[in-house]
Nanobody, 116 residues
Framework: QVQLVESGGGLVQAGGPLKLSCAAS????????LGWSRQGFGKQRELVAT???????RYGDSVKGRFTISRDGTKNTAYLQMNSLKPEDSAIYYC??????????WGQGTQVTVSS
């Protein structure tokens, strides 16, 4: 059974950093594409960042240069380092892993709130 557990969310002041984690079980992150998405209040879910099995990364325009996606195969954990946070970054952040054979898996989300 695949399980993704996000952590690291919280309240932070604008301009500050925050690092999210996504601990995986039942699936190897190194062998699959993973990503972070977010959904703000009253907004549609948007893709924030992705990383492929080969380490290629992509970012949404609104977070380029501020967010960094990474993973640690030894811990089977993905990360999203967020710097220079803005109030508009406030959202629930979700971790997603996609396996070409079995499909997509989502975590339960972690709330990030950026105060101005």
């Amino acid at each position: 059974q695949v399980q993704l557990v996000e952590s690291g969310g919280g309240l932070v002041q604008a301009g500050g950093p925050l690092k999210l984690s996504c601990a995986a079980s039942g699936i190897m992150l190194n062998n699959n594409q993973l990503g972070w998405s977010r959904q703000g209040f009253g907004k549609q879910r948007e893709l924030v960042a992705t990383i492929t099995e080969w380490g290629l990364t992509r970012y949404g325009d609104s977070v380029k240069g501020r967010f960094t996606i990474s993973r640690d195969g030894t811990k089977n954990t993905a990360y999203l380092q967020m710097n220079s946070l803005k109030p508009e970054d406030s959202a629930i952040y979700y971790c997603k892993v996609v396996n070409v054979n079995t499909g997509a898996y989502w975590g339960q989300g972690t709330q990030v709130t950026v105060s101005s």
